[in-house]
């Protein structure tokens, strides 16, 4: 790569950048903030390599040595220009009317260069000293791109250590959840052994009583009402006791003149609570596709002819050496790549509601009323007659 095509290359990425950037929405702020970054990366690095790498040589010769401070001071008004763009807030008005003063101000840095700058470098400098400041330029811009590239992988490296941790996460949440809800399903399963363990002494009573009132009742037909009743304090002894406690209270008299007996009732409350149904997961990745581009490239070659005068007499100088330069030149193809946004995945949540019907079983106190000679009154409470 010459000199020309090397110098050349900065402005056209910066003037790439400066188009996009001209193209954005105010509320493109995300978008403006990369493409100003890496417009500001792109004109610091062509300023900085020109001053480390050409203008030392520059002020070296004589017939360059005024194009230095020129070039200089406009390295040092493009600076200050991107300065100023950089406090402004990317949101702001006043960027796109900033930012085309400064593509102005780079369009003459360029402009010069073409024509004032590296014509007089091509003259003055010899071909090794031409060879030493691009071979020092294209290290410098190789070594730059190589950090650019260094810093994005560095990025992309931080941004899949995070989505890691994320999913670990989701992953640690999903098990505390299945570990409640197994926690939860073994506390169910103990409160209902307990349950069956209290109720058993109940039902093994009433199981007796009942054995016991057959027995009664066959030796009522064999040995007559005595020895019946006699088996019946056999039997029902040892279990009358329980049982009266286990199901019928004993009445108690009123206190105080009255008597206040509190009816309860259960009231189905429903709550709620989130569960974990599962994690979707979202994963970009980067597909390589080969794509080719044609391009028209234009070359300069001297030609040199041979041609008889049209009279005699001579136009300038002759008889004397003459030694004429002339440049060819010929474009080569600089293949850069850029990112463009293509689509956008949104990822969000949707939230619905609907009506589950939950049903249960609640218990209530009621009260049977019996009074002697009176009849019910009323639907509730239920009132009975006593027994005579």
Known sequence: MNLRTLMQAGPAKANELFTKLSETSDGAVKTRERLFAELKAELELHTSLEEQHLFPVLRRNAETKELVGDATRENRELRAKLGELDSV???????????KELQKLFRQHARDEKTE???AVQRALSEEQVQGVTEKIEAGRAEAEQARQEEAEERRAQARQERERAEEQARQAEAATQEAEASASRIDEAARRVADATM??????????RQATRLVASASETAGLRTASSLTNLFFAPWLGMMQGLQAPSPRGLAAGQEVIPLGEEVLEVSKRTENRGTARIHRYVVETPVERQVTLQSEQVVVERRRPTGTKPNGEILTEVTVEVVETAEVPVVEKRARLREQVVIRTERTQHVETVRGVVRRDEVDIQQPGRKQAGSSPRAVPAEQ
Do not use: H, R, S, Y
């Open 89 to 99: 807030p990317k949101n702001d008005e006043a960027f796109l009317p900033q930012l």
């Open 117 to 119: 700058i590296l014509p």
């Open 200 to 209: 058993q002494p109940m039902k093994t009573a009433v199981d007796v009583g």
